[in-house]
Structures are given as structure tokens and as C-alpha cells.
């Protein structure tokens, strides 16, 4: 699988979009790209995935580039509650493999 | 639906004791995940069972092991604790045999510590 590579932290004012990279230049042509969050000592949440394409959800957008070296998951109204680790996962099959993540804290 | 639920949520155990933790996945899901949550090293995958069979395994000792029954609910089993395997563990349900594609989802954990 995939090594991926994300900043530790970043900061988001409330209400304002939350844009979090992740890089992944060795990721194959099989592999997705996942996104999960986990606030304080709960279980990851499952947030979005995508192959090639742009996805949304209710909860968030992902943009892959056409290389697919790198992503950007967007929350586009970030809350309070948003305040969690993110994690970018890459896997084809198996198992997700965590690297540290992106402590995001979203202030007032 | 209801999502994945583990229990207990919390447990105490001291060196040396064994303890067994137990996942129920969301209905309909087959394959259900464990996964080690420590603060050193960060989440690792122990294991995955799909329809009662041990799929894939991670780089745990045999003293980490696992089980999943008919229903597809599955149990893991810590034996002669050590400190280091407090940890929170996670269980994890996907629909079907992990592919690509398919989506895990977390159940909250169990929070082990050993005294």
C-alpha cells in the first residue's frame, strides 16, 4: 500500500472552508484514496473516498489530481465540531494502513 | 441501522490475566476488523475475518488472536497481558470481503488498560 503524506497540524476559523492535503506519489493505478477523522479517543469516522474523480458527500468534497500523486479533502463550512485528527489512507485491498494524520482545530 | 458496537467499552486487567473483547458488526456486514490504537504507534492493523476465516493478520504475537462466528460477530482474545497492550481497539465491519473500494466503518472501541 501507499505511503501517504499529510501536515501534522492546521488550524480553520469556524465557518470558513477546511482544505487538508495529503500527498501519495506512489499510489497505484488500483488504489483509492480514503479519508477518515477521529475526534478524541472515538472510534475513526468514515468520511469520504474517491479513485480518479472528484467525489462530494453531506459531509465533505475530495479533489484528486489527474496525476493522482495528490488530494485535498474540503470541509466546506468548517465547525467546532469539525476539531478531530484526519487521516488520508491509500489501499487496494485488505486492511487501511494509518500514518499520523492532520490534527485540524477549528477556533471561533 | 444500527452501527458497529464493541463491548466492554472499558476494562481494568492486570499482568499476566487474558481478556476477550467482542465486536457485533453492522447488519448485513461480513467482514469485520481489529485494529491496536496506541499513543507510540498510532493505529495497526491486528486482523480481519470474513465468513469465520482469518483473511489477513497483522504483525502481532500469537498472544493476539481472534474469532468470528456464524452470525458474524467476532471476539478477540489477549493472553498474558503486558502493559504495553493497553490500548484502545477497534473493531471495524465492511460489507463483504475487503476489496478495493469497499468501506470499513468503526465501531468506539474498547479501552484496555493492564495494571
Known amino acids: 500500500d501507499a505511503k501517504t503524506t499529510q501536515p501534522t497540524s492546521m488550524d480553520c476559523a469556524e465557518g470558513r472552508a477546511a482544505n487538508l492535503p495529503c500527498n501519495h506519489s506512489t499510489i497505484s493505478g488500483n488504489e483509492y484514496v480514503y479519508w477518515y477523522r477521529q475526534i478524541h479517543s472515538q472510534g475513526p469516522q468514515y468520511i469520504i473516498h474517491?479513485?480518479?474523480n472528484n467525489e462530494t458527500n453531506e459531509m465533505a468534497s475530495l479533489i484528486i489530481t489527474e496525476d493522482r500523486k495528490s488530494s485535498t479533502l474540503i470541509l466546506p463550512h468548517a465547525t467546532l465540531r469539525d476539531t478531530a485528527v484526519y487521516y488520508c489512507?491509500?489501499?487496494?485491498?485488505?486492511?487501511?494502513?494509518f500514518g499520523t494524520g492532520t490534527r485540524l482545530q477549528v477556533f471561533p | 441501522k444500527a452501527g458497529v458496537t464493541q463491548t466492554p467499552r472499558y476494562l481494568i486487567k492486570t499482568r499476566g490475566q487474558q481478556v476477550t473483547l467482542s465486536c457485533s458488526p453492522i447488519?448485513?456486514?461480513?467482514?469485520v476488523s481489529w485494529y491496536q490504537q496506541t499513543p507510540g504507534q498510532g493505529l495497526q492493523f491486528l486482523f480481519e475475518?470474513?465468513?469465520?476465516?482469518?483473511?489477513n493478520k497483522g504483525n502481532f504475537p500469537g498472544r493476539f488472536s481472534g474469532r468470528q462466528f456464524s452470525n458474524s460477530r467476532s471476539e478477540m482474545n489477549v493472553s498474558t497481558l503486558e502493559l504495553g497492550d493497553s490500548a484502545l481497539y477497534l473493531c471495524?465491519?465492511?460489507?463483504?470481503?475487503?476489496?478495493?473500494?469497499?468501506?470499513?466503518?468503526f465501531g468506539p472501541g474498547t479501552r484496555l488498560t493492564v495494571l
Open positions: 447488519s448485513g456486514h461480513r467482514s
Open positions: 474517491g479513485l480518479k
Open positions: 489512507i491509500v489501499r487496494v485491498t485488505d486492511k487501511l494502513i
Open positions: 471495524a465491519s465492511s460489507l463483504g470481503v475487503l476489496a478495493a473500494g469497499d468501506t470499513q466503518y
Open positions: 475475518y470474513f465468513s469465520e476465516t482469518q483473511r
